[in-house]
């Protein structure tokens, strides 16, 4: 074999032995290369975020891989500054629908439609009350007395002037610790009124039960400022109105300027002898009614 045989045949191995170093390079890097037993991020199930973080990729929280992601301080459970439904300070509900939540109302907030409770009766207000029976009705007998029975001051029929009962003409009178009977009274309405009890806002006529000794008309009215007989039922001088007082009742009698101020009121005339007359001014006269007389206040 020549020399140049041998150097040519040198040539080929090196040619052939780079040659073959250089494909295995390129295969190696064809393969994916494991360090340390520490898969790289493509082969990883889950992506490794920045340390402390879990499951987040450039900085995004992802809600499904990561339930336990601590928001910022002060918040709890709460993703990207959304606060889950449970941590919302208040839910919002449909409007027009009071505590109710999902379209499902509360039995105490809203009762089942079509069941309707019984009907209240109407609140009375102005109905007169007597001590002893009740309403006070229309043709009724009723005494009247001055505030407290305790008093024993009660309305009688007689002449203040004269200690002689049968003296005419007569009138009311306040007669405190009577020595006649006491006269019962009635309350009239107008024909007009549909009422059938006594209320306070409603105009009437009072009239003695009894008929009078002296042929004047039981009915009271007002003249020259004060109570007398001889009225006429429905007529503006003899038509009253019953008051509400604190404790009590009081007459007034004609219309009222304003309409917070009562009409002339009926007060007592404060007789040094016991026997009062019934005179329209400024004054008060506090009463109460009584279907019976009481018996333990007799006259004498």
Not at 41 to 66: D, F, N
Not at 138 to 167: G, H, L, Q
Not at 206 to 231: D, H, M, T, Y
């Amino acid at each position: 074999m020549t020399t140049s045989r041998l150097i040519m045949i040198c040539f080929l191995v090196v040619v052939i032995t780079t040659s073959s170093g250089v494909s295995c390079k390129k295969e190696k890097k064809h393969h994916p290369r494991q360090v340390s037993g520490v898969p790289e991020p493509s082969m990883a199930p889950g992506i490794q975020g920045p340390p402390g973080v879990v499951g987040q990729v450039s900085g995004v929280p992802e809600p499904s891989m990561a339930p336990g992601i601590q928001g910022p301080p002060g918040v709890v459970g709460q993703v990207s500054g959304v606060p889950e439904p449970s941590m919302a300070p208040s839910i919002q509900e449909p409007p027009g629908v009071v505590g109710q939540v999902s379209g499902v109302p509360e039995p105490s907030m809203a009762p089942p439609p079509g069941i309707q409770g019984p009907p209240r009766p109407p609140v009375v207000t102005d109905v007169v009350f007597s001590v002893d029976g009740g309403q006070v009705l229309p043709n009724v007998p009723y005494y009247i007395s001055f505030m407290s029975a305790d008093y024993n001051m009660w309305i009688c029929r007689m002449n203040p002037s004269s200690s002689d009962p049968k003296t005419c003409p007569h009138q009311p009178v306040m007669f405190t610790r009577p020595t006649i009977a006491p006269e019962p009274v009635m309350f009239i309405l107008p024909p007009s009124t549909p009422d059938t009890v006594i209320r306070e806002s409603t105009k009437l006529s009072i009239k003695f039960v009894n008929p009078s000794q002296c042929g004047e008309s039981g009915v009271w009215r007002v003249a020259n400022g004060e109570v007398v007989l001889g009225g006429v039922e429905g007529r503006e001088d003899s038509l009253f109105r019953i008051h509400m007082t604190d404790s009590y009742y009081m007459f007034t009698i004609g219309e009222s300027v304003y309409p917070d101020v009562y009409e002339t009121s009926i007060s007592l005339s404060n007789s040094a002898i016991g026997k009062d007359r019934l005179m329209a001014n400024s004054g008060e006269l506090e009463v109460l009614f009584f279907q019976h007389y009481p018996p333990e206040y007799n006259y004498y």
